[in-house]
């Protein structure tokens, strides 16, 4: 079946935020083509899967959406599926799911509009190569932004933590030239953006030319109307001096680190290949906390990974405990194909790994809640970045990653004093301070 040249499209974004990054830059590749965001996400004329591979049955919820996307008269749109499923299964996706007429890595996405005009000829595309540089080089320049930003500086991991398929669906450790950065930003900031999150696979492994992430985070912090400035994820063994001092020196860089841990175990670690050990995170964190005391910390969680015993787990209830997080993510183990771990003895049996998966969430939820409830009565502020669900209520995000819903008659995009008056799990309240005349 030969489907025209599509004129609207419809991105959909699984897993995590570079993801979310990825899915904004080929919209606005497809838009400088002519095509436009489908006004109804069943009308679109081309739908792009960008699927994450990260955890549990990732290539089979990519099937099943492409299974859903056929229309009530047999008709379907054209479809793409990119991102990292796509780079791990390549030309087997096609053969499993004939309707799928392009394939398209997360290192090749650039060359979409020409994968698109050759569908449209009948011609099936499929491009998994890995050219990261060349990927933003050919990207158009950021047109529209929301108060909050997402800008990729790295990509790629050379780790290779025995569980992750990330080193094979992204590639080697790669970090963008400082001065793409720098005018990415500035496009962000014209665009709108008030807040930047650097994104990076590994995120604290950026450098060029002897100058670390740091040095990144103080050049931005100089940027006129750039109010605050993120990272994430960040690895243990990439966390530099430089980088934390930055914490206490710039006020422009949140209070906030997502450094994962994965376990708590220096026995499961070494099996895991993380190359830190559980008194190295600590002693880290230490350090942070020395440099910026109201720094949240949030993290990421494994359960069951092979071979984990009882007692290896209540190591990682231990070191929870230890650090007291203000929100963290846990998992799970699930064998990626092609990983190392995927072969390993002792795989660990799935009734066991949700029970335990249960007892940590149990823990983190308690976690979270405390940090939440301990920002009652506080004044901070709040960038406003969306609204809520009642009338003149405002969301926005206090320096510590929580939602604070609000009344207000400031606008999207302000960042507005506030005094939190009430924490639930997952958000907090707030009233809007007005200042004192100086
Ligand atoms: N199984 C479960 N969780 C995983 N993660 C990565 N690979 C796996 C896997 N095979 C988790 C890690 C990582 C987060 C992004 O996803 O905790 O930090
Ligand atoms: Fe995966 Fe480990 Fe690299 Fe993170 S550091 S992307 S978990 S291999």
Not at 1 to 12: D, L, N, S, V, Y
Not at 203 to 225: C, K, M
Not at 366 to 395: I, M
């Amino acid at each position: 079946m030969t489907i025209p040249a599509p004129k609207t499209f419809q991105i959909k974004s699984f897993g995590c935020q570079m993801n979310v990054y990825d899915g904004e830059r080929m919209a606005e590749l497809l838009e400088g083509e002519g095509m436009a965001a489908a006004a109804q996400p069943g009308a679109a004329d081309l739908v792009v899967l960008n699927t994450c591979h990260i955890r549990e049955k990732a290539a089979e919820k990519v099937y099943s959406e492409i299974g859903r996307l056929k229309r009530a008269d047999g008709s379907r749109p054209m479809v793409a599926v990119a991102g990292c499923v796509a780079q791990a299964e390549g030309a087997e996706i096609p053969r499993r799911a004939p309707s799928v007429d392009i394939v398209v890595g997360p290192q090749a996405y650039h060359r979409l509009p020409a994968l698109v005009a050759d569908a449209a000829r009948g011609r099936r595309g499929i491009d998994t190569d890995m050219p990261i540089l060349s990927k933003f080089g050919a990207l158009p320049a950021r047109r529209r932004q929301g108060p909050s930003a997402f800008l990729t500086v790295q990509e790629g991991c050379d780790k290779f933590c025995t569980y992750c398929v990330v080193p094979y669906t992204r590639g080697a450790e790669v970090s963008r030239p400082w001065d793409a950065i720098l005018d990415e930003a500035k496009a962000l900031v014209e665009a709108g953006a008030k807040e930047v999150t650097l994104l990076g696979q590994n995120v604290n492994a950026w450098a060029e030319q002897g100058r670390g992430l740091d040095a990144l985070i103080r050049a931005l912090a100089e940027l006129p109307g750039l109010a605050r400035i993120r990272y994430t994820t960040s690895h243990p063994n990439d966390m530099t001096e430089g980088l934390i001092r930055a914490h206490a020196e710039v006020d422009r860089l949140m209070p906030y680190l997502h450094l994962p841990v994965q376990s708590g175990s220096d026995r499961v670690l070494k099996a895991m290949n993380r190359s830190h050990s559980t008194a190295g995170y600590l002693r880290i964190l230490d350090r942070v906390r020395a440099a910026r005391p109201d720094v949240a910390i949030s993290g990421d969680f494994i359960v069951g990974f092979p071979g984990e015993t009882d007692a290896e787990f209540e190591e990682t209830l231990k070191i929870v405990e230890a650090v007291n997080y203000a929100q963290a993510y846990s998992f799970k183990y699930s064998p990626r194909p092609g990983t190392p771990a995927a072969g390993m003895d002792g795989q660990v049996p799935e009734q066991v790994k949700d029970e335990r998966l249960q007892r940590l969430q149990a823990l983190i939820n308690e976690q979270q809640l405390a940090f939440n409830r301990a920002t009652v009565g506080k004044h901070t502020s709040v960038l406003l970045e969306r609204a809520g669900k009642k009338p003149g209520q405002l969301v926005g995000k206090s320096p510590w990653l929580q939602s604070v819903h609000l009344e207000t008659s400031a606008s999207l995009g302000d960042v507005v004093d506030v005094q939190i008056v009430s924490a639930g799990p997952n958000s907090l309240g707030g009233a809007a301070l007005v200042r004192a005349a100086a």
